[in-house]
């Protein structure tokens, strides 16, 4: 094996298998029905306090897949569903299983053009969360809307959806693009469950469900018994408060959660002593703050995993390790990757490049529609992540391909400026990008939200970055902005920010 190429068990302990695609002998739609009859009164979902059981969610999802049915969805349809984290969502998920459908999520705040484009490529019969002038000719379900009470909710004849799931990605970038699973909704009741989650267990997913991460690990858990506890907007104090009422085992987040989270006053008043397992994973962590997560939790509980939507490989690290190799995401334990330059060729250990990645199977793990893949010889893939690989086979991350800023001749990586940003305790997000610049091509602008009753100016930002970055990495323009600029699952719209000031 060559330095650039890692399938290794991490020492997480997680190995390949854990991630694994599970094949099993019971449809999606088939398995949760087994759970709410073997326990019908155990809770199922709760969202912002209101909760439904097994029972109540799967009369719920039986009554909406017949209903979807006469609207014209079948084994093989896409089902676009728009709805905000609740327990309708959930039921909307699973009575596209019912009916051997793949579910579709997307943003609830989705404007119609961008909704449209969507649509188009799935084409599905039906569309949940949008208003019924929004897509001609085509049925669409409101936020709100319910079948009917007298609808038969008994169970449904057992079938298997093609594609378990089918996300949407690179709306930031132009068009965007459906990944479609390659797994068929197929659940194993023998397999343990994946990503250290427990049968019959409590979770907490705050973020939102249109994103891959919450959307596949809530629904997997909500198979394997899970209580799923979740909220329509995360909210610090929220999450805090119902991981004291709810109890929950294992917990997933992003770094924007885990910046308010750790930054919301009293923080250390509320017990977390159920977690189990938290992970993070979807944007880079700052490292002083995984830090203090670390500190705050413990790093055996904390737990990082690094991949794309496309599952091709994935990599763990456990906070402790972490600490030893700090800023690394970990080791290989699913798949290949390996670092490479402009011209395909490996790069040396610790050298930076752009990384590519393949399933060590060599089976497809994913289909685009509306897309292709970047890809090179022999399976090599990449998501446009630049970064580097150790000696040891760590893998460590730079920045995004796209969003790397060219300012006088010299790399900028924006997330190294944004955590460096949002050490300051009166920042409550922050977004860096590039304009154009006559001189240097491009100059490095940076727009802030600080915190309520916060004031901040330039001066201030750059005094505070004089002592944590080298001149030229330094924001020449800053932008103060009310609202947030990255959304609940710590996105940032890079190309959509600097179209808007260029």
């Known amino acids: 094996m060559s330095h650039q190429i890692c399938s290794v068990q991490s020492d997480s302990g ?34 912002d306090g209101q909760s439904l059981t097994r029972s109540e969610l799967e009369s719920l999802a039986n009554r909406i ?25 959930y039921a909307a998920v699973l009575a596209a299983w019912k009916l051997g459908a793949t579910p579709q999520p997307v943003s609830p705040r989705l404007p119609d053009r961008e909704r449209a484009a969507i649509v188009e490529l799935a084409d599905p019969p039906v569309v949940f969360g949008a208003d019924p002038e929004s897509h001609p000719g085509r049925t669409c379900l409101p936020v709100g809307w319910a079948p009917d009470a007298t609808i038969d909710d008994s169970p449904l004849p057992d079938v298997v959806s093609p594609s378990w ?10 068009r965007p693009k459906l990944i479609v699973a390659a797994d068929p909704a197929l659940y194993d009741t023998d397999a343990p469950p994946g990503m250290m989650t427990m049968r019959d267990g409590t979770m907490m997913v705050p973020g939102p469900m249109y994103h891959n991460a919450p959307f596949a690990f809530s629904v997997r858990g909500l198979l394997d018994g899970n209580h799923v506890v979740t909220m329509r907007r ?22 924007t959660m ?32 995984k830090e203090d997560w670390i500190n705050w939790i413990g790093g055996d509980r904390l737990f990082e995993l690094y991949a794309g939507t496309e599952a091709q490989a994935v990599t763990i690290v456990r906070g402790d390790e972490w600490m030893a190799r700090r800023g690394t995401v970990g080791r290989v334990v699913s798949g290949e990757m390996k670092v490479l330059d402009e011209d395909h060729n490996d790069v ?8 590519y990645m393949r399933s060590s199977t060599g089976a497809e793990t994913y ?60 920042v409550e997000s922050s977004a860096v990008i590039g304009l154009p610049d006559e001189d240097l091509g491009n100059r490095v602008h940076a727009l802030v939200q600080f915190a309520p009753g916060s004031s901040l100016t330039d001066t201030d930002l750059q005094a505070h970055l004089a002592d944590r970055l080298v001149r030229y990495k330094i924001p020449r323009s800053f932008e103060f902005v009310d609202e947030p600029v990255r959304d609940d699952a710590g996105k940032v719209r890079r190309s959509a920010l600097r179209a808007e000031r260029s």
């Open 258 to 289: 885990m910046l308010r989270m750790f930054r919301l006053e009293g923080r250390e008043d509320f017990d977390m002593s159920s977690l189990k397992v938290v992970w993070h994973m979807a944007a880079p962590c700052a490292p002083w703050l």
């Open 65 to 89: 897949a017949r209903s979807i049915a006469e609207m014209g969805v079948e084994v093989g349809s896409y089902v676009t569903i728009g709805l905000p984290n609740s327990a309708e969502f």
């Open 14 to 47: 997680l190995s390949e298998s854990v991630l694994s695609p599970r094949m099993g002998t019971m449809s999606y739609g088939s398995a949760f029905t087994a759970i709410a009859q073997a326990d019908p009164d155990r809770l199922a979902v709760t969202c």
């Open 234 to 255: 995360f909210d610090a104090e929220a999450t805090l408060t119902a991981i004291e009422q709810h109890r929950p085992d294992w917990m997933l987040l992003v770094p």
């Open 367 to 426: 289909r685009y529609v509306g897309a292709e893949a970047k890809r090179i010889d022999d399976g090599w893939e990449s998501l446009g992540d630049l970064g580097w690989i150790d000696e040891d086979g760590y893998v460590y991350l730079s920045d995004r391909l796209g969003d790397m800023i060219l300012s006088g001749g010299a790399n900028i990586y924006p997330a190294e400026v944004e955590a460096a940003i949002e050490e300051h305790d009166a």
């Open 165 to 174: 799931k089918a996300p949407t990605s690179g709306g930031s970038t132009g």
């Open 348 to 355: 040396a250990p610790g050298t930076v490049g752009e990384i």
